[in-house]
């Protein structure tokens, strides 16, 4: 790693940031946190929560507007202005959780609802549990009181403050919902006078990332015939889709993590899985399917575009079919994002690298590698430059029992987010307090 560029606060600029932080309020936050966990919301249908964000936002002295989408969704954008001559900066994050949080979801995310997947919030002692408490709403609380803390300290501004959450955060696509999902609420808010000149998105991780994968999404379906169970093995007309299935699994899970080594690039290093298996009725076994789907995400370097991610895919394919001439299958890419960088240069990683030396008190070293993607990704592609600055995750401890996996985004330990807090106040103070020239604007 380059060593980040040095630009210290003024000894105004430092009492600024003084007094902003001793306005974080942790409690405050877990009550917001709570609010909001409280408050169903899955991708597509984010309405209530960004209405009660919009109501929030001005409650604390922010000008705030609710951009419906649908009857159902909709983002939230809230403004604090300057004296003018400065920088826009967005704090973001999305706003709708991974899951629906209701039976739909079970067996697949586990064997049974526990607290941190449950659409309802819950508390114990610092704890916030319910699902979608971490990740994203811990975000969406912390970046709020970020904002109240500032408008509370009375710092003087010289560029403006965006407070932005958004549907389709999750990298999801959902039919009945107008195929929310994959960024589609950040590009709506970009394209209807959000303007930023940086931002920073807060996500998962105690480090400050100028770079996020896309990601492409991949359809297998080995074919067969439709069978029955009362016919003996070996008749050429009836040919099973899921034994050779069986066949393709191993070598797509290998060619995947052969995939990652070979497309690691920056700080990307972009992990693929297998998500599904699809054959068949359950209410009739007798009557072996004669297709079996396989679903897979692959995560994308923003140096390689999806369409060459396709083409590596199809050479996999290829190379399967002469491997095994006697399985017949089809593939398709379903979905699909590029990736998206920033300059590491560019004022807001470095400004953001600073405030973590300044909370972590040592340089800035090499991040551990990156495959999770965001909407970061798509504010950079649009030309926001965007640093994603996080904290420690998933939290640890927990005095209540969590599923196992991805159960921490429905687990939050409020002192966790607090250093994260200070990190991001410093990019704030340091981005908002300048001239527009100081920053190469």
């Not at 999305?94 to 079970?106: C, K």
């Not at 034994?243 to 995939?259: H, K």
């Not at 640093?387 to 429905?410: F, H, K, N, Q, V």
């Amino acid at each position: 790693m380059e060593p980040t560029v040095q630009n210290p606060l003024s000894a105004e600029q430092q009492a600024h940031y003084e007094a902003a932080c001793e306005r974080l309020d942790p409690e405050r936050l877990k009550r917001l946190l709570f609010d909001i966990t409280n408050i169903h919301s899955p991708t597509g249908a984010t309405r209530q929560v960004c209405e009660f964000l919009a109501d929030h936002m001005q409650s604390v002295g922010l000008k705030s507007r609710y951009h419906p989408m649908s009857e159902i969704s909709g983002n939230v954008l809230g403004e604090k202005r300057g004296s003018g001559g400065g920088a826009t900066l967005l704090l973001y994050a999305p706003i709708d959780t991974h899951l629906e949080g209701d039976a739909t979801d079970f067996p697949w995310a586990g064997p049974k609802q526990y607290v941190d997947l449950k659409p309802e919030a819950k508390q114990v002692g610092d704890w916030i549990y319910g699902l979608g408490s971490s990740n994203p709403k811990a975000m969406v609380a912390t970046l709020t009181e970020i904002s109240t803390a500032l408008i509370e300290a009375g710092i003087p501004l010289k560029g403006d403050l965006n407070l932005g959450f958004a549907d389709g955060g999750m990298p999801v696509t959902i039919p009945q919902r107008h195929n929310a999902g994959m960024s589609n609420g950040v590009h709506h808010l970009l394209n209807r006078g959000m303007a930023p000149d940086f931002a920073i998105i807060m996500k998962p991780w105690n480090w400050v990332y100028h770079e996020e994968p896309g990601m492409g999404w991949f359809r297998v379906t080995v074919k067969g015939t439709l069978g029955y169970a009362g016919v003996p093995r070996g008749l050429p007309e009836f040919r099973s889709s899921v034994v050779p299935s069986a066949t393709l699994i191993p070598e797509l899970e290998q060619w995947l993590i052969d995939y990652a080594e070979r497309n690691t690039s920056g700080i990307i290093q972009p992990h693929g899985w297998i998500a599904g298996v699809r054959s068949g009725w359950p209410e009739r076994p007798a009557f072996p399917s004669a297709a079996t789907e396989i679903f897979l995400d692959v995560r994308i370097n923003p140096r390689t575009t999806p369409g060459d991610v396709k083409a590596q895919f199809a050479e996999f394919i290829a190379a399967f079919r002469a491997r095994h001439p006697d399985i017949d299958l089809d593939w398709e890419m379903y979905g699909s994002a590029p990736g998206g960088t920033t300059d590491p240069s560019n004022w807001i990683i470095q400004s953001a690298r600073r405030g973590w030396e300044h909370i972590e008190e040592r340089a800035y070293p090499k991040p551990d590698m990156l495959a999770g993607q965001t909407d970061g990704a798509a504010l950079r592609r649009l030309g926001v430059p965007t640093a994603r600055m996080g904290w420690p995750w998933p939290a640890t401890g927990s005095p209540e029992p969590i599923a196992e996996g991805l159960g921490g985004m429905g687990a939050t330990y409020i002192p966790d987010l607090i250093p994260c807090a200070r990190k991001i106040m410093y990019s704030v103070i340091d981005t908002l307090t300048r001239s527009r020239g100081e920053m190469g604007l």
